[in-house]
């Protein structure tokens, strides 16, 4: 999977001018659009930069399986990486055509959602961006020919989003899993013991829209924007996919701290573990192959 760093020196840039910015986001409720309307339920169908907001960035791919129906066919929510800040939905579009092999029963979509910026698009803009994918996708469920049976994965920040999500947001669509790629789970715990590449003055930026942003100022924006904290008793089944040497998301107090919060509270997971793996940079197509069979096994256990 296409991985981005964390850290680059335009965001020096952006630190040093968005001191005087405003600390309230903008982020504007998303209108419903015409929906793209799937008429042959029959016949595989494909729709490109499907808009499912009224900013060009509120965009899918979507793939929909031949012989599809709303009693049978699952819903498989691809969410890209990037630090939230990078990337796009064209970085997991190579991997389509192996999960439409061993998903053949789903229909997949791959979204787009707003970069932070750092001086308007910060959180919760990303959250609320998945947050009205999910919405459209469920309200047009019907038009598409698609149950309300519904997966996350998500690779790195899009895999925090896609956590974030399944154990937040409970209605209209209660998501039946998640398949975590070394995805952060803990804001606070980024900003108190920051890898190199990330200072905690990006992730003051990215959480609370100030530079003086910290946990002790604004406690709420860093609970409210950590996966971990929202992990309890109604969560769905998630299988976390994890590195022993990722320099990004620190396996034992990220994802290891949410396979024991998950395991606390009586919630089916699977922590698949690589001792010498990174972020997803060094990974052999081995360790992808392996990574894919596991989280192909769990959600044929786990989503019925």
């Not at 750092?118 to 047009?140: G, H």
């Amino acid at each position: 999977m296409k991985l981005y760093k964390l850290f680059t020196p335009l965001l020096f840039v952006v630190i040093f001018s968005a001191c005087k910015k405003s600390d309230t986001p903008f982020v504007p409720v998303v209108p419903a659009p015409p929906v793209v309307t799937a008429t042959n339920p029959s016949s595989a169908q494909t729709f490109l930069s499907v808009r499912y907001g009224s900013v060009n960035a509120q965009n899918m791919d979507v793939y929909l399986p031949a012989g599809r129906s709303t009693a049978t066919t699952k819903v498989l929510i691809m969410i890209h990486g990037g630090s939230w800040t990078a990337g796009d939905k064209a970085d997991l579009t190579p991997f389509v055509d192996t999960f439409k092999t061993r998903f053949p029963d789903y229909a997949i979509f791959n979204i787009n959602y707003r970069l932070c910026n750092f001086v308007s698009l910060y959180f919760p803009t990303q959250e609320m961006d998945v947050k009205a994918a999910v919405e459209y996708i469920n309200k047009y469920a019907p038009q598409y020919f698609i149950s309300n049976k519904f997966v996350l994965m998500g690779a790195s920040a899009g895999a925090h989003l896609a956590m974030l999500q399944a154990y937040k947001y409970h209605s209209p669509v209660n998501v039946k899993a998640v398949v975590d790629f070394f995805g952060p789970t803990d804001m606070k715990d980024m900003y108190d013991n920051p890898p190199s590449s990330l200072p905690p003055a990006s992730i003051a930026l990215l959480v609370g829209g100030n530079l003086s942003a910290t946990p002790s100022v604004k406690p709420m924006a860093y609970l409210q924007s950590s996966p971990l904290y929202y992990a309890n008793t109604q969560s769905c089944p998630t299988i976390i996919i994890q590195g022993g040497t990722d320099p990004l998301v620190n396996h034992l107090r990220q994802s290891e701290a949410m396979r024991d919060k998950l395991t606390l509270n009586s919630i089916p997971n699977e922590y698949v573990y690589f001792p010498s793996g990174d972020h997803g940079m060094n990974w052999t197509p081995s360790d992808w192959n392996h990574s894919f069979n596991r989280a192909q096994l769990f959600l044929t256990t786990h989503v019925l």
